[in-house]
């Protein structure tokens, strides 16, 4: 065993999923199902219900009018499909004019940040601005602590983001005045939704084995969802909206054991030139498994030292270092788009499905529960077909639907299908594209391309309600640049290399050779004219090149 592949070899003895590795995992997808509780938890504390105009002499602080009176229906213009107005009135001289004041439909919710401080009608825009600083608090979140995560090591970022989320999740429900409360909510955003889950995902994919990337990855889709579930059943549940927050806020709990219990990455220790922790590390899993063996602690540190001290004087990697070299400057950018292009298709297949009548929390749960049968075919066919044909393949028939759907009649059977048949297929290449991700990148920027590609995500899922204003000047334009989008990046990941099976580079020159001159079509027709990833003779010795040595060879 020689220096260059001595971590593989000692990662390899730990097996692919052990009980070790299942007790990490375990901890690691807790935060996903927070992520999701907290990304959606807006839709119940600041939900909008029905609403009408206040009719004074008719609706008193003691009790309402039926929405169906003949008082109210003489006072309230209707809308042309007959529904009463939400913000118009007749006055006096039967003129319509806006109201100052309103009733809220108290079926489902009588507390919620929109009743309290109305934002409705002419004030609509300031819930629709807390749901975006939200998101751009995600935006954040994945740039700035996804990079942190590869400096000071992922356990401590997410450590932190576990306990700032449970602080900040519980305080913002006490905040009572709208622009405080979106400061608070943009921090809540960083560490509750992104913070905790992008580490978490990559602790996973750097412990296991590469049989068991896919069904775990995609489990992190699933405990999402499962999250998202949540939001519904509490809110079923809670009507008062500042307990609701407190109850959402209090899932962060499940992190904070995580501080002792939780292990570091013996990837990105031994990468930051640590290795008698990662041998440590490595050592405690192989006795968790039951594995009698016990390593040669101090040739393994060794050898982890002398690969170190080639870079020791070298600048942590960053986000910057993924444009620097050609290949792998030109998979960054694909891979960013294609996150982009799944989120952007995602919210719009949701979007084009209209108003949906019915109770509020039932629908939130079934739109969650609506993508596990997806996730079930990922699992399935992931390691069969491989990440890049099935990840191409699912956008460009999500991206056909998108468009499809915008040529037929909203509200008929046939277009229900089309749309959920759309969202089906998108959120399994949304799946994928986090799996491939984090494959595809070496350790030493691995979380920093994570949380590159979740920062365009978050992008296009800020963008997609602006796009949707496009049909003020033709109803097919939002659904038909979604559909264009995706079948634009669906084409443009065939050009990417197949991550199924292979050793995950280390170095950024691994991840600068790896796949270089392969793509789907000279798979298809042969071997690629210039090689330099990992093929099954190159496992065997693979090397892990410092990055001193790029000056060398040229």
């Not at 052990?18 to 901890?27: A, D, I, K, N």
């Not at 960013?336 to 799944?342: E, G, L, M, Q, V």
């Not at 899922?461 to 995706?486: E, H």
């Amino acid at each position: 065993m020689d220096k260059e592949h001595a971590l593989e070899e000692m990662m390899g003895k730990l097996g692919d999923f052990g009980r070790y590795q299942g007790f990490q995992f375990f901890l690691h997808i807790l935060a996903a199902l927070t992520a999701g509780l907290h990304m959606l938890s807006l839709v119940t504390v600041a939900a909008v219900p029905e609403h009408r105009c206040w009719i004074d002499g008719v609706d008193t602080n003691e009790t309402v009018a039926a929405w169906n009176s003949s008082e109210i229906i003489a006072a309230i213009p209707r809308t042309p499909a007959g529904n009463l107005e939400n913000c118009l009135m007749y006055n006096d001289f039967n003129e319509t004019v806006i109201c100052e004041k309103w009733v809220f439909d108290s079926r489902y919710r009588t507390s919620s940040r929109a009743i309290e401080w109305n934002l409705v009608c002419d004030q609509r825009w300031r819930g629709a601005l807390a749901q975006t600083v939200y998101m751009l608090g995600v935006f954040t979140g994945a740039v700035f602590l996804g990079g942190l995560a590869d400096k000071v090591g992922r356990k401590t970022v997410f450590c932190w983001s576990g306990v700032l989320q449970l602080i900040l999740g519980v305080l913002v429900s006490f905040i009572p005045e709208y622009w405080s409360f979106l400061v608070v909510s943009f921090f809540y955003a960083i560490f509750g939704s992104a913070g905790a889950y992008i580490p978490a995902f990559v602790l996973t994919m750097e412990i296991v084995g590469p049989s068991k990337r896919t069904p775990c990855g995609v489990a992190f889709q699933c405990a999402f969802a499962f999250g998202i579930m949540l939001v519904a059943g509490w809110g079923a549940i809670i009507d008062n909206r500042q307990i609701l927050q407190v109850v959402y806020g209090l899932h962060s709990l499940l992190l904070i054991p995580h501080i002792w219990i939780m292990d570091e990455s013996p990837r990105w220790l031994w990468a930051q030139g640590r290795p008698k922790e990662a041998v440590d590390i490595v050592q405690k899993g192989l006795k968790c498994n039951g594995s009698d063996e016990v390593l040669d602690r101090a040739e393994l540190v060794s050898k982890g030292k002398i690969e170190s001290s080639k870079v020791t004087n070298e600048p942590s990697a960053g986000i910057s270092d993924l444009f620097k070299t050609p290949n792998l400057r030109n998979k960054t950018l694909n891979i960013c788009f294609c996150w982009f292009a799944n989120s952007l298709v995602y919210y719009g297949l949701t979007l084009s499905t209209g108003k949906l009548e019915g109770n509020p929390y039932l629908i939130t749960a079934v739109f969650g529960l609506v993508e596990l049968p997806s996730y079930a075919a990922v699992i399935y066919f992931l390691d069969i077909w491989g990440r890049r044909a099935l990840m191409c393949s699912m956008m460009i028939v999500g991206g056909s639907a998108c468009i499809i759907a915008a040529f037929i009649p909203t509200g008929t059977i046939i277009s229900t299908v089309v749309v959920i048949a759309g969202k089906l297929f998108i959120a399994g290449s949304f799946a994928i594209v986090y799996n491939y991700s984090a494959e595809l990148f070496p350790t030493v920027v691995r979380n920093s391309a994570m949380g590159l590609g979740s920062m365009c995500a978050r992008l296009s899922g800020a963008l997609t309600p602006l796009i949707t204003l496009l049909d003020s000047f033709n109803p097919k334009i939002p659904a038909a640049t979604f559909g264009l989008v995706a079948l634009v990046s669906g084409f443009l990941c065939c050009f990417l290399p197949e991550t199924m099976n292979q050793t995950m580079p280390q170095s950024l020159l691994d991840g600068e050779n790896f796949g270089k001159g392969e793509n789907c079509f000279n798979s298809c027709t042969g071997k690629p004219e210039n090689v330099d990833a990992y093929t099954a003779n190159d496992k065997a010795a693979e090397v892990m090149v410092p990055l001193d040595d790029v000056d060398k060879k040229a």
